[in-house]
């Protein structure tokens, strides 16, 4: 146990470590990514290139698809299992309303909220993360604050934690950078940032819940083709070499491979929970169970629609600049960029799982959703 905390917490080191070594091989000083807060303005980037759009577009239309084909019923997915039925509860009310006003918010400017309007973007995920909460306790009488309340709550932490990584491998790509933030000192930048960081990991957890209660993601996903892996451990050390070598040349090459940071985590984690005999989300598909896969990433999209949306019209926001395929905006972001959010979401799974131990268990949750009948006991695992 031990040394596999150890483990995780070098590959989070390495994570850090590891595209500063690339800069610094690249001749770049350190001094340019340690600038705090970040500067906000807008980085110089290679020009739209219609072979790498076409490229990217190819793969995020196949990722679409194998989702879609995960959750077309199969020829043995014949249960007849019915989602179990509850009462909207009133904080998932409350959540509504809080949603509401705080999109309300973030999207007017009022004299009266001034002081506070910088900080409205809080509120529209505070409500969402209670009102997707409560709409699992309608379908399925369940909930994260059901399951697991404590740590869920700790998920809040952690998030605040996993999403300032990303902002420091944002430092060598440039692929976001914030506006009506420059009057922060350091310390309120600190506060106003992890507070909205903290609602990342929790709002990808509960959609990934809501998700489970739809039979589509709860059965006709884990009833799909096997795939078998050879020796994990020596999988896992492949993988870690790649991805620890690839992690160094983002920062060389951060226009080439900026990809790779939402795709290199989430293998370095893998490989090292495949070193030390652990399950990581990859593990189920040797049986089938693609949901794992499938319903972090489908819930990543839409909560990515949801981040662009309420951040569109915020007086602190983001604003984006990608290579090569920095065009056909919704909202702030690039089209393709939409893609970025399937792995991102597998991501968030690998890393809520670690929180979450047992609960985060498709099987568990497909269980407890639907009324146990004798035709769907083979859907759940």
Not at 226 to 240: D, E, F, H, P, R
Not at 311 to 336: E, G, K, T
Request: hydrophobic share 55%; aromatic share 16%; net charge positive.
């Amino acid at each position: 146990m031990a040394g596999y905390a150890l483990a995780l917490s070098s590959v989070l080191l390495s994570m850090v470590a590891l595209p500063a070594a690339g800069a610094l091989l690249a001749g770049h000083s350190l001094s340019e990514y340690l600038e705090f807060p970040p500067l906000t303005a807008p980085a110089s980037h290679s020009p739209f290139s219609w072979p790498v759009f076409i490229l990217m577009a190819a793969v995020e239309i196949a990722s679409l698809i194998l989702i879609a084909g995960c959750l077309t019923p199969s020829d043995g997915d014949k249960n007849t299992c019915k989602v179990r039925g509850g009462r909207f509860p009133w904080w998932g009310w409350l959540g509504l309303l809080l949603a509401g006003a705080g999109w309300w918010l973030a999207w007017t400017r009022h004299s009266w909220f001034s002081a506070f309007q910088r900080h409205s973007f809080c509120l529209p995920w505070a409500g969402y993360i209670l009102a997707v909460n409560g709409w699992c306790e309608k379908r399925a009488s369940i909930s994260w604050f059901r399951l697991c309340p404590g740590r869920f709550g700790l998920l809040f932490v952690v998030s605040s934690v996993f999403w300032w990584f990303f902002e420091f491998m944002n430092r060598f790509v440039r692929n976001w950078y914030y506006l009506g933030v420059e009057i922060f000192s350091p310390a309120r930048y600190v506060m106003f940032a992890s507070l909205a960081f903290a609602t990342v990991l929790p709002a990808v957890v509960s959609t990934c819940l809501l998700l489970t209660t739809f039979r589509p993601f709860a059965i006709s996903a884990a009833n799909r083709l096997q795939v078998k892996t050879g020796n994990a451990g020596y999988i896992g050390l492949s993988a870690l070499c790649v991805s620890a070598l690839i992690l160094i040349l983002l920062g060389q090459y951060p226009d080439r491979l900026f990809p790779f940071v939402w795709i290199a985590p989430l293998v370095l984690i893998c490989s090292v929970q495949a070193l030390f005999g652990r399950q990581t989300v990859f593990a189920p598909l040797s049986r089938g169970d693609w949901r794992p896969l499938v319903v972090p990433a489908t819930a990543a999209l839409i909560c990515g629609i949801f981040w662009e949306m309420w951040n569109y019209h915020s007086l602190a926001r983001w604003v984006y600049c990608i290579a090569y395929v920095d065009r056909w905006h919704i909202f702030a972001m690039p089209l393709a960029g939409y893609g970025g959010y399937l792995p991102f979401g597998v991501e968030c799974w690998a890393v809520a799982c670690m929180v979450l131990g047992r609960q985060a268990d498709f099987g568990l949750l497909a269980a407890k959703a639907f009324r146990p009948e004798k035709s769907a006991a083979a859907g759940f695992r």
